[in-house]
């Protein structure tokens, strides 16, 4: 006997739509039928809130308040000397933003997480992988002066 192939896909889509509509109950054990509601081992409902979380360790410090942020790069003047250079490379000496007497009072006040590519207008030719968003420099200074350490990691 020969089956033509038009005749074997039309008798395979009208099982396959013949097993679509039939209803099919699943088993979850031999003998226990499983609907959609109730499938799963839920806790009774309560009233009652879980335990408090314990008190977090005093060496763990939070810090993700009192962030500053400001778009773009900060360049300092180019040095003119040697002396410059070498006096620039050393400890507490460093220009520009990352000065320590740098004015950032103009920054912007975030906390962290951070995201500021997602507040950048979306561009036609920027990366798409980017989200259309341009790419670019930003300044996160680290909030020591915001920072409170507890007594035992002083």
Same mark, same amino acid.
């Given at each position: 006997m020969t089956v033509a192939r038009r005749?074997? !896909? !039309?008798?395979? +889509?009208?099982? =396959?739509?013949?097993?679509?509509?039939?209803?099919?109950r699943a088993f979850a054990a031999k003998g226990s039928p499983? /609907?959609?509601?109730?499938?799963?081992?839920?806790?009774a409902p309560t009233n009652?809130?879980?335990?408090?979380?314990?008190v977090q360790d005093a060496a763990r410090?939070?810090? /993700?308040?009192?962030?500053?942020?400001?778009e773009g /790069?900060?360049?300092?003047?180019? !040095? /003119?000397s040697h002396n410059a250079t070498y006096i620039s490379v050393k400890a507490?000496? +460093?220009? =520009?933003a990352a000065a320590v007497d740098y004015d950032d009072s103009d920054w912007q006040a975030v906390d962290l997480p951070h995201d500021w590519a997602s507040f950048q207008?979306?561009?036609?030719?920027?990366?798409? +992988?980017?989200?259309?968003r341009p790419r670019g420099i930003g300044w996160y200074p680290v909030p020591?002066?915001? !920072?409170t350490l507890p007594t035992i990691l002083r």
């Open positions: 005749d074997l !896909l !039309l008798g395979g +889509a009208v099982v =396959g739509l013949a097993g679509g509509i039939a209803p099919v499983v /609907d959609g509601a109730g499938a799963l081992p839920m806790p009652v809130l879980p335990a408090a979380l314990p410090v939070l810090m /993700d308040r009192g962030w500053l942020f400001h /790069d900060i360049e300092p003047a180019p !040095l /003119d507490g000496n +460093a220009r =520009g207008p979306f561009v036609k030719t920027a990366n798409v +992988a980017q989200g259309y020591y002066t915001h !920072l």
